[in-house]
């Protein structure tokens, strides 16, 4: 296959998009085409060291009569001034998509090589934009004006044919994926925690330690954080336990607040946004993700990766990466009493619990390896160019 010349416009977050976007594209240049992101700043997970990897930094200037629309069309400026990229893949419609379909009519009209246009739908562009009136008609205009589309979930395939009026368009799916290699439950230091709990007692005795949930996420309403604490108070009249949440947003000093009022606030750590966290990762017994959608639940797949079940809302991808039963339980969204009573009944059941903790690494790595999910990126890409 023929180098390409990529560029990559994403979101340089934690989030599950950006996180996709920076491994596609690392890997993409370990295969030897030329891979250029571009963002705000440098993606957390991305190795500016690695071979045929750069980043154009996209200067957003506040001051400018422009700074209602200023990442967008900064982004535009910055895509349509570069030369010699063979596509642009953008991860999110909007406003990452929208940006590359405005650069390449700007390089078709000065005359210069206009890019193909490979564009990801996450999630949000297509179940709240495209459900907004307001602006599903700029979501569909960049979806079409794309050479191609690719979602991570059958899911989100349907809802964005269904808001978009997609129904005549070719869509991919293209899960996400996760390197075992690096989440991976071999790297266990079983006092980590009791570290940073230091409060509570029994860490040392097998049998009396308190549990440990797990949650990480954007903080956004959609999340549902709020149910993690109640159901951590709910789980506390039976049991210890605590939770650890990772990542930062919105929603945070809701959280708090919920958990001082349930009289958890001890029991709840606060480790922020971290990009490297598999070894705490993999202490955990349960991860939990109550979110009311999810197009595919890419934290929920790290979780099972490391080991570590998930107890997760049956709304979206997830069913589709949590097999029911098999490596975690899946329950009503919105429902902190049911997403209690599932965790309990794991952790009142230890033997049953690691028995979904091995299947849940096994499962990760047969069904979710990093090899098919980058060549399928790669087809596509190399196919519209």
Request: charged share 20%; with cysteine.
């Amino acid at each position: 296959m023929k180098p390409l010349r990529i560029a990559i416009a994403c979101f340089p977050t934690l989030g599950g998009s950006g996180i996709v976007a920076t491994e596609v594209g690392m890997r993409l240049a370990a295969r030897g085409h030329q891979v250029c992101f571009f963002a705000e700043r440098c993606p957390p997970r991305l190795d500016l060291a690695a071979p045929r990897v750069t980043l154009e930094r996209v200067v957003v200037d506040l001051s400018s009569p422009a700074a209602s629309g200023s990442h967008a069309l900064a982004l535009a400026a910055a895509l349509a001034t570069a030369e010699g990229f063979d596509v642009i893949h953008a991860h999110y419609a909007i406003p990452h998509a929208v940006s590359a379909v405005l650069a390449r009519a700007i390089a078709s009209q000065q005359g210069r090589h206009a890019p193909r246009i490979v564009t990801t739908l996450h999630g949000t562009d297509v179940t709240t934009l495209g459900a907004d009136p307001q602006m599903r008609a700029v979501v569909r205009y960049a979806a079409l004006e794309s050479d191609a589309l690719t979602v991570p979930s059958a899911w989100l395939r349907e809802r964005a044919r269904t808001l978009l009026d997609l129904q005549e368009r070719p869509i991919e799916v293209i899960p996400n994926f996760v390197d075992p290699s690096v989440f991976t439950p071999a790297q266990v230091d079983p006092h980590a925690l009791s570290r940073m709990f230091p409060q509570l007692p029994g860490w040392d005795d097998p049998l009396q330690r308190p549990r440990v949930l797990w949650h990480g996420s954007s903080f956004r309403a959609w999340k549902r954080v709020g149910d993690t604490v109640r159901a951590l108070a709910l789980i506390c009249e039976r049991r210890s336990a605590v939770l650890v949440l990772v990542g930062d947003g919105p929603e945070r000093p809701q959280v708090q607040a919920l958990a001082a009022e349930l009289g958890v606030a001890e029991r709840v750590l606060w480790l922020g946004e971290r990009s490297h966290f598999t070894e705490l990762l993999a202490c955990a017994d349960l991860f939990v993700l109550p979110s009311e959608t999810e197009s595919f639940g890419l934290a929920a797949l790290e979780a099972l990766a490391c080991g570590v079940p998930v107890v997760a809302s049956a709304v979206g991808g997830l069913p589709d990466v949590v097999q029911h039963g098999v490596t975690g339980c899946l329950v009503p969204p919105a429902d902190p009493h049911a997403l209690a009573q599932a965790a309990l009944s794991l952790l009142d059941d230890e033997p049953r619990r690691l028995r979904m903790a091995a299947a849940a690494r096994a499962d990760a790595c047969a069904r979710f390896s990093p090899q098919p999910a980058v060549a399928h990126y790669e087809r596509i890409l190399a196919a519209v160019c």
